[in-house]
């Protein structure tokens, strides 16, 4: 232990031993997590049987399979054709042209009299190439010599015809059968058989498919079709292959897909773990780098390097069907641990901590949702908070024992809180096992505090407030030590420290040890109790003693002190302040009687030995040690006459440079000053003389 805190001193500011601890943290997390953020691989070939059921550890997309299915929805989308109403205008039009045409031909014919070959040149010059395929010579020069009246009649029933057929939708597929059509609409015509057969011929040719390919709209039906497929996913926890199955072609695809091959060698889980540890570590790498030494951040390491071993310990334990062990692991005691030796905010840090890496470290167990555990995350966090927050005030044993019942108690709340949000139908006995558990956590997070934290006391040699309460007991043995044999010394010294008590309170200093410190500051007036004033009832030896023997006696009860300390084993900080409280202040009664006397001394033989007040604690503790002497030694003190004092003993420590080595500032020793007054003005009030005692006196009187 001694080596420990030897190597912890002289280390404590030292950035290389702050990094290596940091470089620890990170590595004992990084390598206990990975093993269970880790997937686990398999061992096996294309048509190999499984030896076992294997399930999908995550949810991921089957890109391929999606795409199988966006294909087969898109091929079976028909193409979509857009009709045209414009091809019905346009093929009336032309057939209309055509009797038109025809007509005109003959009337400049008939008016030139011009030969028949003229008239069919004539047309042809006029019509599309292609319309003299769809009728012979002969027909052609038949129509050219109808009658304007057959003609004009032929042009009605034509347009007509190509007018009603092509306002419906005609496809490629239907064009023999509109033609049809149109011809059956000019079987009634009022026209020669021959000349009939002739217009039904070009009707026919005028109708044409009026629908047309959209490659835009059927394009965009497929896309949104496409877009209504669902994506193919392997849920996590779906049962990929069973016991005794066929490893297929799709299986094994699927099996790649979720990395559980061992031929798969994915960096993905390393770079998402570092990340994570990185984050977890940044506010430890921000608290202990601004405001702790490297004691309290080796203290902090080993107390989360225990809670991480013990989580792994119980991790280990045979799982049942539907519990699991999570819900055991006391998390409670690091929060406490860390709560009584390093403070508050650095207790809800660590239960933030543990609380992830216990869901990252069983997260394998019954009703893992993904990587992280949520509800075991959210039990873990509780569970160490409300240990941290039950510990806020009068920190002892007992109080430890009681945080861990309080810490019990909330784990079973929760637990059925858990149970019946999600409406699980537990048999009796999986729900006692779960309260069961939550009761031996909390239990277990009160034995494991109370047994971890005198060894931690001993090896970081940390004063906490729980062993400071301990040290305060009057049951002490040195308090009864000073009790019994200098019971004036054990009055001043209880006057003391309520005086550096409200003191240091109210500069944000540590009441508790300055008050438990001024308990045993004069324990060295126990071994010569006589010679100090406070327990003299009869005399006062220093009357038959030379100047410089009874300096002697006074200076030696600092030793005296110190030496007691160390034999019980007290404390480091409270043998400072004993040590300390005198610093190297001048004796001065008896320096200015040996002056007196002989005419020359050498002031430092007078002086304590010092050191002098390294601490705002022990500056306090100085200062109001020899306020209440000073005080208590006035006959009739008032409140002007104890605030004159309480200043002049201030001044005179500034003076004497007493307070050059402590960090207390002016503004802080105001406060203290005006804390002094107000606590001996609250002891020596004025009283009330009673009716018996004004009696008394005018009787002797």
């Given at each position: 232990?001694?080596?420990i ?9 030292v ?30 070939r294309?048509?190999d ?16 399979a ?12 028909a ?16 057939i ?5 045409a ?19 040149g ?11 395929s769809?009728?012979?010579a002969n ?16 042009k ?16 490629q ?7 049809e ?5 000019l ?23 009026n ?34 199955q ?9 099996l790649?897909?979720?990395?559980l ?21 940044s ?23 225990i ?17 699991s062990t999570?819900?055991?692991v006391?998390?409670?005691f ?28 069983f997260?394998e167990e019954?009703?893992?949702n ?7 995350a959210?039990?873990l966090?509780?569970?160490g ?17 009681q945080?861990?019942l ?7 709340v ?22 069961l ?24 040699g ?13 049951n002490?043995?040195l308090?009864?030590k ?8 054990y ?8 005086l ?9 200093a540590?009441?508790l ?13 126990t ?27 006074i ?24 040590e ?14 040996a ?20 601490t ?46 402590c ?9 203290v ?29």
């Open positions: 232990m001694e080596r805190r030897f190597f912890l001193k002289h280390t404590s500011r950035r290389f031993v702050r990094y290596l601890l940091f470089l620890f943290l990170g590595l004992m997390l990084f390598s206990v997590l990975y093993w269970h953020v880790k997937p686990r691989q398999y061992e096996l294309l048509f049987v499984a030896k076992e059921t294997i399930r999908s550890p995550i949810t991921i997309e089957d890109k391929e999606t795409e199988r299915l966006k294909e087969e929805a898109a091929n079976k989308v193409d979509i054709y857009t009709l045209k109403k414009e091809y019905a205008e346009n093929r009336v039009d032309l209309s042209s055509l009797f038109t025809i007509v005109d031909i003959q009337e400049q014919a008939k008016r030139e009299n011009e030969v028949e070959t003229d008239m069919v004539a047309l042809q010059e006029r019509l599309p190439p292609e319309w003299f769809y009728l012979s027909e052609w020069e038949a129509l050219l010599h109808a009658a304007p009246e057959d003609i004009k009649t032929a009605e029933a034509a347009v007509t015809a190509v007018h009603l057929i092509m306002r419906e939708r005609i496809t597929e239907e064009l023999d059968r509109a033609r059509k149109a011809a059956d609409e079987k009634y015509a009022m026209l020669s058989p021959s000349l009939k057969e002739i217009v039904i011929k070009l009707t026919k040719q005028a109708v044409i498919p629908v047309v390919y959209d490659r835009a709209a059927t394009e965009e039906k497929r896309r949104q079709v496409m877009d209504e497929v669902k994506p193919v996913k392997i849920l996590q926890g779906q049962v990929i292959v069973e016991e005794g066929f490893i297929t072609n799709e299986i094994y695809h699927q790649q897909l979720a990395g091959l061992q031929n798969d060698h994915s960096f993905h889980p390393l770079i998402g773990l570092s990340m994570l540890v990185l984050l977890l570590l506010p430890l790498v921000y608290y202990f780098g601004r405001e702790r030494t490297n004691t309290d951040l080796f203290l902090f390491t080993t107390i989360f390097t809670t991480m071993l013990i989580m792994e310990l119980v991790r280990l334990l045979p799982q049942g069907d539907t519990v999570g819900y055991l006391p998390i409670a690091g929060t406490m641990l860390v709560r009584i030796l390093l403070g508050e905010r650095i207790a809800i840090m660590t239960a933030i901590l543990c609380a992830v890496c216990g869901s990252l470290m997260n019954i009703g893992a993904g990587t992280v555990q949520v509800s075991l959210i039990y966090l509780t569970s908070l409300a240990g941290s927050f039950f510990l806020h005030q009068q920190l002892r044993k007992a109080k430890i024992w945080a861990g309080f810490v019990a108690f909330i784990n079973m929760l637990i059925l809180a858990m149970i019946l949000l999600k409406n699980g139908h537990y048999s009796l006995s999986e729900i006692g096992m779960f309260l558990m939550a009761l031996a956590s909390g239990i277990f997070s009160a034995i494991l505090t109370i047994g971890l934290l005198p060894m931690l006391e001993a090896a970081f940390i004063l906490s407030s729980i062993r400071l309460i301990e040290l305060s007991n009057p002490h043995p308090l009864r000073i009790l019994i044999e200098a019971p004036g010394t009055h001043h010294s209880i006057m003391v420290a309520n550096a008590e409200a003191a240091c309170e109210a500069i944000g540590n009441g040890l300055a008050r438990v410190a001024c308990y045993y500051h004069d324990i060295g007036k071994k010569r109790p006589r010679y100090f004033i406070e327990n003299q009832i009869s005399g006062n030896p220093h009357d038959h003693l030379s100047p410089q023997l009874s300096k002697n006696i200076l030696a009860h600092v030793a005296d002190g110190v030496a007691i300390l160390k034999k019980h084993r007290m404390p480091k900080e409270i043998i400072d302040i004993a300390q409280h005198h610093g190297t202040t001048l004796l001065k009664y008896f320096y200015h009687k002056l007196e006397q002989t005419g020359f001394v050498l002031e430092e033989e007078f002086r304590y030995p010092g050191p002098k007040p390294q705002k604690e022990a500056a306090i503790v100085s200062i109001a040690d020899s306020v209440e002497a000073a005080v208590r030694s006035l006959s009739s003190p008032s409140q002007e006459k104890i605030e004159k004092i309480v200043r002049a003993i201030i001044a005179d420590r500034l003076q004497d440079n007493q307070l050059n080595e960090d207390i500032t002016l503004k802080e020793l105001e406060i000053a005006r804390s002094f007054c107000e606590t001996l003005n609250g002891v020596f009030h004025s009283r009330i003389e009673y009716p018996e005692i004004r009696k008394e006196k005018v009787k002797h009187a």
